[in-house]
């Protein structure tokens, strides 16, 4: 009867410490998928928020100069300083979100990389360009502080990217002025 006892308390003993263990891995594995979710909710709002934020711009030029060209609204990509657009972009132009243009801070994707954006006349996509893939090589640039890297766009941008996409509706721009 004590033999019998001990083989009962040993087994409980590993049911329980199998239960603490399929547990801690489950809590584990949870966490982890709510880090995750966190992470591309924060990514998906970073997006919004650049979208937008090109969106007002291009409605406030719009109402400040009715006779602007409508391809001038969008703001372009950085120029030669960190977060200042260019003052041209014809044709499709690529480049990092021009954020200090726009009134924000620096945007990040959920890899911790800086947006970049793609214009073209009435439309931008904003892109989250993700960790390097392979064949990329995002050599830091001395230059550039805030959002370190070049601005070689096959080094951030490729078809696997999370973009929004916003193109200018020349009726509700012109709606949108008093």
């Known amino acids: 009867p004590a033999m019998r006892r001990q083989r009962g308390a040993a087994l409980l003993l590993v049911v329980a410490v199998l239960f603490a263990v399929t547990a801690a891995a489950a809590f584990a594995t949870i966490r982890r998928e709510a880090r995750r979710d966190a992470t591309e909710l924060a990514q998906q709002q970073a997006l919004a928020q650049a979208r937008d934020a090109l969106?007002?711009?291009?409605?406030?030029?719009?109402?400040?100069?009715?006779?602007?060209p409508l391809d001038t609204l969008l703001a372009c990509p950085e120029a030669a300083t960190e977060g200042d657009a260019a003052?041209?972009?014809p044709g499709l132009t690529r480049g990092w979100l021009p954020w200090r243009t726009l009134g924000l801070a620096p945007l990040h994707d959920a890899s911790g990389t800086c947006l970049w954006i793609e214009?073209?006349?009435?439309?931008?996509?904003?892109?989250?360009p993700g960790a390097p893939r392979a064949g990329q090589v995002r050599a830091p640039d001395p230059a550039r502080v805030i959002c370190p890297g070049s601005a070689d766009p096959a080094q951030y941008l490729d078809a696997s990217d999370v973009a929004l996409d916003l193109t200018l509706d020349p009726a509700a721009l012109t709606a949108a002025c008093p």
Do not use: E, F, M, P
């Open 55 to 68: 969106r007002g711009l291009a409605y406030q030029r719009h109402c400040n100069d009715h006779a602007r």
């Open 87 to 89: 003052a041209l972009c």
């Open 119 to 128: 214009r073209n006349g009435l439309g931008v996509r904003v892109i989250a």
